[in-house]
């Protein structure tokens, strides 16, 4: 049976084991030529995994401003809601009563009266719960825009400013 020739067995001249020598040798003047420096591709690793690190920052913050502007627009959307609803409640009522008084009349002039009455101050309150949906529109969309505004700014002041290159 035939023995299995290794590395031990192989002798190797003077020629052979230069080779090898200017072989490594042209590797470490091969990276230098091209400017190959571990200490500086580590720095650079290191900063590009910081600038991961923050961009995924950004994003989980920015993440939490659009939830907290949907929780705020949610409760200021509920207030509202229960606003309309309490003035519809109270103008269906306003309403009968202003139909029962118009039943109840005498005349046809008291009838009028009511009407003009009941006209008057329908037309008031709708005013009024007119101007307190707005206010509070507004009042929500601002309170509401104001986590995303935030994080816009941390984005503007985030951004490399052109004149500073």
Same mark, same amino acid.
């Given at each position: 049976?035939?023995?299995?020739? &290794?590395?031990?067995?192989?002798?190797?001249?003077?020629?052979?084991?230069?080779?090898?020598? /200017?072989?490594? /040798?042209?590797?470490?003047?091969? +990276? &230098?030529?091209?400017?190959?420096?571990?200490?500086?591709?580590?720095?650079?690793?290191?900063?590009?995994?910081?600038?991961?690190? /923050?961009?995924?920052?950004?994003?989980?913050?920015?993440?939490?401003?659009?939830? %907290?502007?949907?929780?705020?627009?949610?409760?200021?959307?509920e207030s509202i809601n229960?606003?309309?609803?309490?003035?519809?409640?109270?103008?269906?009522?306003?309403?009968?009563?202003?139909?029962?008084?118009?039943?109840?009349?005498?005349?046809?002039?008291?009838?009028?009266?009511?009407?003009?009455?009941?006209?008057?101050?329908?037309? %008031?309150?709708?005013? +009024?719960?007119t101007a307190k949906i707005?206010?509070?529109?507004?009042?929500?969309?601002? +309170?509401?825009?104001?986590?995303?505004?935030?994080?816009? %700014?941390?984005?503007?002041?985030?951004?490399?400013?052109?004149?500073?290159?």
């Amino acid at each position: 049976m035939a023995k299995k020739k &290794t590395n031990a067995d192989f002798e190797t001249d003077d020629e052979t084991e230069e080779g090898i020598s /200017n072989q490594e /040798n042209g590797s470490a003047a091969g +990276e &230098t030529a091209i400017g190959f420096d571990k200490e500086k591709l580590a720095e650079g690793l290191e900063k590009l995994s910081t600038t991961f690190s /923050n961009l995924e920052k950004f994003g989980n913050e920015t993440l939490q401003a659009y939830i %907290e502007s949907a929780v705020i627009a949610n409760k200021a959307i509920e207030s509202i809601n229960r606003d309309m609803f309490a003035y519809f409640q109270k103008a269906v009522g306003d309403s009968i009563a202003a139909t029962k008084a118009v039943m109840a009349s005498k005349s046809l002039h008291e009838a009028f009266e009511h009407q003009a009455d009941f006209a008057k101050d329908a037309l %008031e309150a709708h005013k +009024e719960q007119t101007a307190k949906i707005r206010k509070g529109l507004t009042i929500a969309g601002k +309170e509401s825009l104001a986590p995303l505004a935030d994080r816009a %700014e941390a984005l503007y002041d985030a951004m490399p400013k052109a004149h500073a290159a």
